[in-house]
């Protein structure tokens, strides 16, 4: 199924706009300190719509639906994590984030701000710091390539790996361009259009099976475990470890990042709480859309999704049954959301080579000129290695999401929050919670294979392991 003539125009003029910004951002991006952070000049509302325009992703719009769709209203214990983490990293992180990276050397990144706040002199902790960055940074931009290659799919009737190819460059040339100006000032943009699209096809689907009431008892005469928030999919209980797993999704916000950056991007620590309100407000109306849009697809469309194709609900739901140019507006919304967060993550990447490897370890003496290159050209090669990663038609976007969410929210998330709120951390302490906590969710993930607690979400284990090697390798090394 491709869309039409006017829908795939409107889209293609969604995409201009961005690389057009990109064009723009060039003009005012002169070092590797605008490049990675704009120069921390983002006012409140740009600060909330570009943190949660770079959080939520391709995953938001096909992800999730896709969740709601094949399993029901499970997905319900998914959305409680994430409104109840986005609150708690907006109220406990975020201020503290911003004052203490100006405060300890003005810290442009994750890897600098830890060297400095525990006076790394031998550089190990921003060494460990920019090496995790780099390999979970590559599946999570994969995750974005391959919600890029789906939209294409159904925009222009490609074959996979051709649209993956065409929706990554779009992504990829806008970033090199503008770097950090250029990805913030689009999510602006990009979050705007991912709300109204999400709360539009919601609005469609509800009033096409005749109102939430209607909607409800369709749902259950069709599988009253839909329904049923304790159950599956495929009719399977989910259980305590499932429900855990869902919700835990919240304590991956303390680490992830992309996100973290825009906190430290703030032009003051004074336009965090306007933020705050502006991205909490957006979050759960969002959320809340994207799991009607995957139940209201359950029911109007015929013949039913499978596979991979049920993260395709709000892309088919928009093409079969909306005007064309509304169609092509609310699939720059799928577009938005890829590019927002695959921009972001890939701009973060880049900093973690150019600033905490090539800039700190291997050529102190590089010019600002030099560096900003350099950051440009790492961009390129972790995309690359992204779309490699991306190449499997079968690859399915929340699950490559789910697995670098954990990785940074294990590795990082304790190692932030401690760091911020526990003086008698030390220097060995966050080293051994960092490597502890990205270990974890690495051989975690390769033993899920067995059964038994190994389901459980990487995430989990993974955060308490590392915050207690945290703990107990401080609390020793001052003894």
């Known amino acids: 199924m491709t869309a039409s003539p006017v829908t795939i125009a409107t889209t293609l003029l969604y995409m201009a706009i961005c690389l057009g910004l990109g064009f723009f951002a060039w003009r005012r991006t002169q070092t590797l300190g605008d490049f990675i952070l704009g120069g921390r000049s983002l006012g409140s509302w740009v600060t909330a719509l570009s943190a949660q325009a770079t959080d939520m992703s391709g995953w938001l719009l096909m992800g999730l639906p896709g969740l709601a769709y094949a399993s029901g209203f499970d997905s319900v214990w998914l959305l409680l994590g994430l409104v109840a983490g986005t609150w708690l990293n907006w109220q406990w992180i975020a201020a503290p984030l911003r004052a203490a990276t100006e405060r300890h050397g003005n810290s442009l990144t994750l890897p600098d701000y830890f060297e400095h706040r525990f006076a790394d002199h031998g550089r190990g902790l921003r060494a460990l710091s920019a090496l995790l960055i780099l390999v979970f940074f590559v599946f999570y931009t994969s995750s974005g390539f391959v919600a890029a290659g789906r939209l294409f799919e159904a925009l222009f009737g490609l074959p996979y790996v051709q649209a993956m190819f065409w929706g990554s460059l779009v992504m990829l040339g806008y970033t090199f361009l503008g770097g950090f100006l250029a990805v913030s000032w689009s999510d602006v943009l990009q979050g705007s259009l991912m709300f109204f699209a999400l709360v539009f096809v919601a609005a469609l689907g509800v009033s096409m099976v005749g109102g939430w009431d209607s909607m409800v008892l369709r749902l259950d005469a069709l599988d009253p475990d839909l329904l049923d928030p304790f159950v599956a999919d495929h ?48 979050v759960v109306i969002v959320l809340a859309a994207a799991v009607i849009v995957g139940l209201a697809g359950r029911l109007v469309l015929v013949p039913p999704l499978s596979g991979t194709d049920t993260e395709k609900v709000f892309i088919v739901m928009s093409n079969l049954y909306m005007h064309p140019i509304v169609a092509g507006f609310c699939l720059a919304g799928v577009m938005a959301a890829i590019m927002s967060t695959a921009a972001a993550q890939l701009l973060v990447a880049s900093s973690a080579f150019s600033q905490d490897f090539y800039g700190s370890l291997f050529r102190p003496q590089a010019s600002a000129s030099e560096l900003l290159w350099v950051g440009r050209a790492s961009v390129l090669v972790i995309a690359l290695l992204a779309f490699v990663l991306g190449l499997d038609p079968d690859s399915k976007v929340l699950a490559l999401v789910a697995w670098a969410w954990a990785g940074f929210g294990a590795a990082f998330g304790p190692a932030v929050v401690l760091s911020l709120y526990w003086s008698r951390m030390t220097r060995a302490g966050a080293f051994a919670g960092i490597l502890v906590g990205g270990a974890t969710v690495i051989l975690w993930k390769q033993a899920a294979a067995i059964g038994g607690l190994f389901t459980l979400y990487e995430l989990v284990p993974g955060f308490v392991f590392s915050t207690l090697a945290i703990v107990i390798v401080s609390v020793l090394g001052r003894r």
Do not use: D, N
């Open 235 to 282: 009719g399977e209980r989910l259980g305590w470890m499932g429900i855990i797993s869902l919700l835990a999704w919240g304590l991956g916000y303390f680490g992830q990042p992309h996100i973290l950056a825009r906190f430290m991007a703030a032009r003051s620590v004074q336009h965090i709480a306007v933020a705050r309100r502006v991205a909490m407000v957006w």
